[in-house]
Structures are given as C-alpha cells and as structure tokens.
C-alpha cells in the first residue's frame, strides 16, 4: 500500500496530517478449526494490508470513510452504539474494548483501503481490527504489546461483532515476521517462528470466489458440537478442557460413546492438532513432501469429519492435486467457501496458475483469483 497515496485520499475527504497504519491478513497453512478448541495453529500473515489514515478530533465521534465500500460511517462514542451488521462493526468493536480498558478516545477521522479480499478466509476481518487498534491507541498517545491487542481484537469479534472465533486471525496479523510461518499455541499463546526461505517453494492461494452464506452459524454451531464432545470425554479422561487436552490414541479408546455427529468433529480436531504439531517437524527436517501429504489430510478431514467445505473448495484442491510439482493442497479459513492454499514447487508455480485458472472456470464459470504469497511483516505504523 502507497503512503502517499492513502494520505492525498485521507486529505480529500478530511483535515489533518494523519498518521498511518497497517495490519495484514493471513493464510493458514494447517490447523484448521482447532484454535477455539485451545490447539495448534500454523498460520503465515500475506502481503496484502489493510491500512488506516486516522487524525484525532475532539468531538468523541469517529468518521470513518472506507475506500472500498465508498462509504461514510459515523459512531458516537458517547452513544452506546450496539453493532450494526455492517463492516463498521470491526472498527466499532475495536473502539469499544479499548475504552473497557481505560482509553478514553477523543474521536477520529479514519480513512480505510484494504487490499485484503472480502469474504476470502484470508481474515480481512483480523486485518481492520488490528490496524484500527492501532490507529485508535495513537489518538491517546497509548501502547499495548501485540499479544494483549490481538486479545481485544479477538474479544471485539466474540462480544461484540458476535462470532465466537479463537484468537489465531489477530495474534498473526500482529505477529507476523516477513519469510516465516508461525506456529502458535492457543491456549497458552506460546509462539515460534518458524523460516519458509526455501527458494525452491512457494505457497500459491486459490480464490474459489464463492462465499456461501451458511459460514458464520455453521461455524458457531461447530464450536458448541466440540464442546460437547468435551463434555462426554470428561467422564473418562477426568481434568481435559479442551480437545487438545485428548491424544488421538485415547480418542480411538472412547469415540464410540460420541453421537455420530459429534464424534466427527472431535476426530477432526483431534487429528488436526497431531498433524500440525508433524508438519512443524516435517518443516524443521526440510521435508516439504511429507508436510505436503499433511496438508492433504487436513483438507480430506475438513471436508469429511468436519464437513466445511463446499464443492469449489473440493474442486480446487482436485484440480491442484492433478497438477505437477504440487505436493499439498488444502481449504483454509472457516471453510463454506474462500480459498485454497498449496504448496508448489517454485519452478512449476507457472503452469500450475495456468491449468488450474482454466479448469475450474471451465467447471463453474468462475475465474478464480490466484496469488503467490511470501510471508509478511505484521502490523505496524506505515513511516
């Protein structure tokens, strides 16, 4: 995102010299749906930011313009606004947690462009509120360290937005380090950062650019599915409290007494954090084939056990199996549609792009976005 640009735009629609800020979104390269289940999560922030011009004012009111929606949005702090099923919900949302914290903020002219695709599962949504977080703190001169901002990002999202996500959207979008995955530990938010600097590797995202509108309650339908799973587990393993606390092995010793339904979910989840916690291995020893065919189960496991896919999604992921020098392929993101990630053989990435553009168009007559994608830096002010 061009600085000078995102100023110019900011002075046409308001006064002031405003500062500017950015957060990124995200792929997740394996560990899908076990975040809000206290698991193992292997995420990478992508080079495509949302950014905020934001100039303080001293009438308590934020005037937000979003670039991409074309849109003037005005929130009274002072009025006890409630969320409007609206993308101004993530910057309210933001603005409401941190004045729970003590952040009295004085009001603000906020100007938003995002290069970050709506609807994608590439977490646009962890992108506007981190980069609001920080644009709203710098109207107070006030600091927080990363990981207690992406907690109220996260608690705007579950309190006040209303979806019940986990915490791994925001913590890599303010985390992120250019050329590295990150391997985070969700109930503890112990990280590491883990190199992807092989030249002979790139992570391609497909964009099945479909966004099936079940996804938000399917989602906080998964997450109570999961819950009860605990609950019935916690009579033989006394103490677990969350799917992470049960090893796949103890699993096997007691599914049959889950519902059908249920017992999918949790050996969904359950394999899940086995595979991600392989795949940080496979990485360390360099071996991308084996971290390939993880990526592979993880996807057939979604699709089959946790049942969020949709047929582009599968779709996409046959056709990049098929294609030479793709060793994984899986869904990423809540699922119900948005985009695949894969992990290519550089020298092959060319062809890839071409074959897989023309065969899931000539199946569904849509033309899917693809973007190659290098690890990112996470949020920061844009100097």
Known sequence: MDRKQVVKKFEHHFAGQPRVFCAPGRVNLIGEHTDYNDGYVFPMAIGFYTTIAVFPTRDRKLYIRSENMDELIAIDLDANEKKRHHWS???????????????????????????VPVGSGLSSSAALEMSSALALLSTVGGELNSEKLALLGQKAENQFVGMNCGIMDQFISMHGRENHALFLDCRTLDYELVPLKSDALRIVI????VKHELGASEYNKRRAECEKGVLILSA?????????????????????????????????????????LQSIAALNADDSATFGRLMNASHDSLRDDYQVSCAELDLLVKLARACDGCLGARMTGGGFGGCTVNLLVADKVEAFVEEVSKAYERETALHPDIYISVPARGAHEVK
């Open 206 to 209: 497909c964009n099945t650019m």
């Open 89 to 115: 919900d993530y910057v309210a949302g933001m603005a409401h947690v941190l004045e729970k914290e003590g952040f009295r903020l004085p009001g603000a002219s906020m100007l938003i462009e995002s290069e």
């Open 236 to 276: 033989d393993y006394a103490g677990i409290k969350a799917l992470r606390d049960v090893s796949f092995a103890q699993f096997q010793k007691v599914q049959h007494k889950l519902p059908p339904v249920v017992r999918k979910r949790c050996r969904h989840v359950i394999s899940e954090n086995e595979r991600t």
